[in-house]
């Protein structure tokens, strides 16, 4: 299992980084690279990208060093790309194991062959989902090392749960339990993904592992209380592992208050997402990086009806078959679990849903599909009927499992380099705006402004109020020498987020180069008091002040800058050179 999800993967090994995420969080960062203590302390603290994930950051670290003493560069991307193509095939090899203890707690069969049976059943969970195309988003993209990290620390968490509860000896039970909690830890430093195992180990609990009684009579019994008294410390670092998240993503203004995200408009991504990779996960065709929330949506639009006529149709079977059925509810009450933090009601990024949220999500469907094929096998052993049944089954299971294959090699190559990925969203979802942003911030970088400002106004066309649009449209505008209109777009761009200092630095830009001076000094000053970052930008304009014969004015500006930021030590060695000799202009 292990060797088949490396080999599939390894083609991942000749991307490139893309310019989503990747330019951010590695190419352009420095911070990250080094172990020391000040490296270690930026990781724990930072909530770069609107995430807290300061084992992510240790891995990348590490993939900065091999880089820089292999290749010579600390950013050649081969070495992030192996480490996470090897934690994807740790994750099959730990579903399996996972898959197998399952398994094996119901098999019905006492003898050899139910073995043997359970074996299959579990190597067949764990290559379904290992080869599953959905998987490639989260394993190709170099940012997602958080999804295969956690999941790592994840799936051990669950393993040494089960291992705690099998009733083992007092001591060996505490001894697995604080193992638990410890990985649980570790998942959560990974990514916040880990905050829900909690509810997951009461699944669990209810089912295989009957520890918990469902029935009403049973439901508030004193067995039941101590079953989940007994995950207090779980809870505890659930509760702080949430806190750090939520902190992380409004930080970055990554997560939509509630006034910004009204609640059609969360029931609406909610209804997508979570039909969404049920289906993919049975037809996995047409996968695309971004599935964009449409700037303008119904409740009537079909996708939603449909959307939502699924997801109450399995939560209604789910519901009435958990003592017919009880793995089917168990499975789709982890689905749920797993999905709701990535959902419409914690809404984060411009997505109605995204691949690489199924990667923890759809591993029940995986090991319900190898349950199945367990059941087969086992009954071939004792009918001779069931035997032709058993081996066309095999033979379904070999056939899928390659197909994923093939599509999931297809897939990697979608997330080769920039343009191939943002040239396949457009091809595939056209009215993509944040595709053609992307697209166009790519050809800045190459200079190829003609088609960066094609793709920017394709953007703006289907955004109209996207500040990041409208900004790099200004940008492009201003390079381009075409003054007037890169003022219209910046100054809508301040219009739709007026907070956003690098949209006003635009405008006063623009403002600058139309000889509207004053106009263009309150909108430098607005962006340096939004973001001291932008302090070189804004020193440009003070020293061109003082150039242009309005060097009183440029003191008063620098004065400003010291009072506002005194720990700026370049705006108080301004001070001092403009204050040097105030009666020459």
Not at 113 to 119: D, K, R
Not at 397 to 411: D, F, G, K, M, P
Request: hydrophobic share 50%; net charge positive.
């Amino acid at each position: 299992v292990f060797i088949t999800a490396f080999i599939a993967f390894g083609p991942t090994v000749g991307n490139q980084f893309v310019a989503w995420d990747d330019d951010v969080t590695l190419v352009e960062n420095e911070q990250f690279r080094g172990l020391s203590p000040n490296h270690l302390a930026w990781m724990f603290a930072t909530f770069h990208t609107g995430h807290w994930q300061p084992l992510s950051w240790v891995t990348f670290a590490i993939n900065a060093k091999v880089a820089d003493t292999l290749y010579g560069d600390p950013i050649d991307p081969r070495p992030y790309h192996f480490t996470n193509n090897l934690l994807h095939a740790v994750n099959a090899l730990l579903l399996y194991l996972l898959a197998l203890r399952l398994l094996a707690r119901n098999q019905p069969s006492k003898h050899g062959s139910g073995t043997v049976a359970t074996v299959i059943g579990a190597a067949t969970a764990a290559l379904l989902f290992a080869l599953h195309p959905l998987r490639v988003e989260s394993v190709a993209w170099a940012t997602e090392r958080r999804d295969v990290l956690s999941a790592s620390f994840f799936l051990g968490t669950l393993l040494a749960y089960l291992r705690a509860v099998s009733s083992p000896p007092p001591s060996q039970s505490r001894l697995w339990k604080g193992i638990a909690l410890m990985l649980m830890g570790l998942c959560i430093l990974s990514k916040s993904i880990g905050v829900v195992l909690p509810a997951v180990m009461l699944v669990l609990d209810a089912y295989p592992l009957r520890r918990l009684v469902l029935s009403r009579r049973e439901l508030l019994s004193r067995v039941n209380l101590q079953v989940v008294l007994e995950k207090w410390p779980f809870i505890v670092l659930s509760l702080a592992g949430s806190f750090a998240a939520i902190v992380a993503q409004r930080s970055a203004g990554a997560m939509f208050a509630a006034e910004q995200l009204g609640p059609e408009h969360r029931l609406y991504v909610m209804a997508h997402g979570f039909a969404m990779y049920v289906v993919k996960t049975l037809v996995p065709w047409n996968l695309c990086p971004l599935y964009e929330i449409p700037y303008n949506f119904s409740l009537g639009d079909r996708s939603f009806l449909l959307s939502a006529a699924l997801l109450l149709a399995i939560s209604a079977g789910a519901w009435a078959l958990p003592k017919r059925w009880p793995a089917f509810t168990a499975v789709w009450c982890v689905y749920v679990i797993l999905v709701l933090p990535v959902s419409g009601l914690l809404q984060s990024g411009p997505q109605v849903a995204a691949d690489r949220y199924s990667y923890l999500s759809c591993m029940g469907f995986a090991i319900l599909a190898g349950a199945a094929l367990t059941i087969v096998l086992d009954r071939s052993t004792k009918s001779p009927v069931m035997r032709p049944v058993a081996i066309l089954a095999c033979l379904v299971a070999s056939a899928i499992t390659a197909s994923l294959w093939i599509l999931t090699v297809r897939q990697i190559r979608v997330w080769r380099d920039t343009f191939t990925l943002w040239n396949t969203v457009i091809a595939m979802r056209p009215q993509t705006s944040l595709a053609h942003m992307n697209r166009g911030v790519a050809y800045v970088r190459i200079n190829d402004l003609p088609r960066a400002q094609i793709d920017l106004e394709r953007a703006v066309d289907l955004w109209p109020t996207d500040p990041t649009a409208l900004r790099n449209l200004a940008n492009v505008l201003s390079t381009r020498g075409d003054f007037a209109n890169a003022e219209h777009y910046a100054r809508r761009a301040v219009e739709a987020d007026a907070e956003m200092a690098e949209a006003r630095l635009e405008l006063g830009f623009a403002l600058l180069q139309l000889d509207r001076i004053d106009e263009a000094v309150e909108q430098f000053r607005a962006a340096f008091r939004l973001d001291p970052a932008t302090w070189p930008r804004y020193r440009l304009l003070i020293e061109g002040l003082a150039a242009r014969g309005r060097k009183p004015q440029a003191i008063q500006l620098a004065e400003e800058a010291v009072r506002e930021h005194p720990e700026l030590a370049e705006a108080q060695a301004l001070l001092v050179q403009l204050t040097a000799n105030p009666g020459n202009p």
